[in-house]
């Protein structure tokens, strides 16, 4: 199966900086790597996405950029601001047309944004 | 909030005691799943399901059961030989539609074993 795993555990910023998170995964078939966003209490929310075929995504403060030969991807929030406080895990997929695989999720990265 | 609906959303049981959380979701999705969330451990899969009366095991199935009648629903029971059942779980859906499907959440179940 595959092998995902994300860096730093924790992180803690302070407002207006820049963090950075990465994900390396084991999986060459991988096409598709998610995002998601778990405030404290909350459900995870996809927040962005990329697919195999692009090499990076923006929107707004938030970007992930993909490196397929590494087999790591990575998000960056720009301009930080205390609501960006909360974990945040990479699940890269193998998308298929015949149906839903099964994406594997890393252990999180708690971003912590110091006012 | 919509679409994918959990309850109840804490929930205490006894030691020896089977427990079922529900799960319901609208958005016409075929995949389900469900998750369990322990302090610095991510996600980890129990149980998910791609049809109707099918589903298969995650990497955590030992003490955990589920069905899948309808399209809509996909229950977990929590069987007493779940050695450490307190935690977070979470239901999530898919769309099978297309190759690139994010997952939606529900809101989550608190499981405490007293």
């Known amino acids: 199966g595959e092998n995902v795993e994300q860096h730093p555990s924790t992180l803690s910023v302070q407002e207006g900086d820049s963090a950075v998170i990465k994900c390396t995964y084991s999986d060459s078939a991988s096409n598709y790597f998610p995002w998601y966003k778990q405030e404290l209490g909350k459900r995870p929310q996809l927040i962005i996405d990329i697919r195999s075929n692009v090499g990076e995504k923006k929107d707004q403060r938030i970007a992930v950029t993909l490196n397929k030969t590494a087999k790591h991807f990575s998000l960056h929030i720009t301009e930080t601001q205390p609501e960006d406080s909360a974990v945040y895990f990479c699940a890269p997929k193998h998308g298929g047309t015949r149906g839903s695989y099964i994406p594997t999720f890393g252990r999180g990265t708690s971003l912590i944004v110091h006012p | 909030d919509g679409g994918i609906t959990q309850s109840p959303k804490y929930l205490f049981r006894k030691e020896g005691q089977n427990v079922t959380l529900s799960c319901e979701q609208n958005?016409?999705?075929?995949?389900m799943y469900w998750y369990r969330q322990d302090p610095g451990q991510g996600l980890r899969l129990i149980y998910y399901s791609q049809i109707v009366n099918d589903f298969q095991k995650g990497d955590i199935a030992e003490g955990y059961s589920v069905s899948r009648e309808k399209k809509e629903s996909f229950p977990l029971t929590v069987t007493s030989a779940q050695k450490n059942p307190t935690a977070f779980y979470l239901c999530?859906?898919?769309?099978?539609?297309?190759?690139?499907?994010?997952?939606?959440f529900g809101p989550g179940t608190r499981l405490t074993v007293l």
């Open positions: 999530a859906s898919s769309s099978r539609q297309g190759e690139y499907n994010e997952q939606f």
């Open positions: 958005l016409n999705h075929d995949a």
